[in-house]
Each structure stands twice: as structure tokens, then as C-alpha cells.
């Protein structure tokens, strides 16, 4: 949901700063055909392993390994600055994944949403309640975002910078000259 809001924030901030959509249309990604392909995937990831069924740790090591697919594919498009910043939040929740299995999640931070934020955990294969023997639960999901009750949720710090780094290229593209990109 995160990811979709900052697509259309940097629509807004694009078009408020004189950018445009036919230049957005323009821009290319190096790889761009994969990029895209690997990211929907990697967002679709959650709901598509929960309905195949697969096993946590089968689960946890397809959302790494399209993570760093994601990360990867980024890296070669850093013309685009927010690629920097998408980039710095994968690598975030790859970390806090890969030393705890699961992203861990801080319920007190969720106030009085804590008993809805725990059946979210309770249906999810990516998350886990923070525990004693948590590793850097500092990059867990720590940040409360308020809002409607369909929209309030607790993300990390890496979810942030990823948000941030795509609405970044969003009003990057917007701006571009079309320049050219391999494939």
C-alpha cells in the first residue's frame, strides 16, 4: 500500500514541479523489462506464497532472494537518485530478514492498534512479534502510520527509504530527457 501511495505522491510532486507524464513514458530503466517483472513479483510475493501455501522458511527465502533481485536491478539504474534510496531500504529489510528469518514486529509501537497489527502477524509468513532474541530490532517495524483503519500499519525504516527512493524516481522520470537505457 506504501509503495502505491508514494507512486502517486510523486505523480502529484511531479506535476506540481512542472514534470510530466509523457516524459515519465520517455524515461527508461536499464533492464527495465526485468525490473519490472521481478518487482511486481516481489511485491505480489506475500499474497501469491500465502495462497500457493508454501513453507516459511521456502517463503522467506523467495522474499529474499526478490529482494536482492529488486536491490540488483536498482543498482544499475542509479541515474535515478531515489534508486539509491529504494536501494539503501531493501537492503535494510534483507538484513533484518535474513538475521532473524522474519521481519520483526514492535506491537507497544502500534498503540491501540496492537490486537489488529497481531492478527496481521498472525496471518503473515514475512513477520513476527519482536522478542529478546531479536537482531537489530531497531530495522523491525517500528513506525506507526496513522490514518483510516484500513491504513494505519507499523513499517521499518527500510520500508521508508524504499517509499521515499520510488517516489524519488517518480519525479525523477517525470523530469527526464528520455534518455537512453540498455536491455
Not at 531479536?134 to 513506525?143: A, E, I, K, S, W
Not at 484500513?150 to 528520455?178: F, K, N, T
Request: charged share 15%; with cysteine.
Amino acid at each position: 500500500m506504501m509503495i502505491l501511495e508514494t507512486v502517486l505522491l510523486g505523480l502529484v510532486v511531479g506535476l506540481a514541479t512542472r514534470g510530466t507524464v509523457a516524459k515519465m513514458q520517455d524515461a527508461r530503466l536499464n533492464h527495465e523489462r526485468y525490473f519490472i517483472l521481478v518487482l511486481l513479483l516481489y511485491l505480489a510475493w506475500p499474497s501469491l506464497g500465502n495462497w500457493l501455501g508454501v513453507g516459511q522458511r521456502e517463503f522467506i527465502s523467495i522474499w529474499l532472494l526478490l529482494a536482492s533481485c529488486v536491490a540488483g536491478l536498482a543498482l544499475m539504474n542509479t541515474r535515478y537518485v531515489g534508486m539509491i534510496l529504494a536501494v539503501a531500504g531493501l537492503v535494510a529489510n534483507i538484513l533484518v530478514v535474513t538475521l532473524n528469518v522474519a521481519m520483526p514486529v514492535h506491537l507497544q509501537h502500534a498503540g491501540t492498534d496492537a490486537e489488529r497489527v497481531q492478527e496481521r502477524i498472525a496471518d503473515s509468513m514475512l513477520h513476527e512479534p519482536v522478542t529478546d532474541q531479536t537482531l537489530l530490532p531497531q530495522l523491525g517495524d517500528t513506525l506507526f502510520v496513522p490514518g483510516p483503519s484500513w491504513h494505519r500499519a507499523l513499517v521499518s525504516y527500510g520500508d521508508l527509504l524504499l517509499a521515499l527512493g520510488v517516489g524519488a524516481v517518480v519525479v525523477q522520470m517525470m523530469h527526464s530527457q528520455g534518455d537512453p537505457a540498455r536491455d
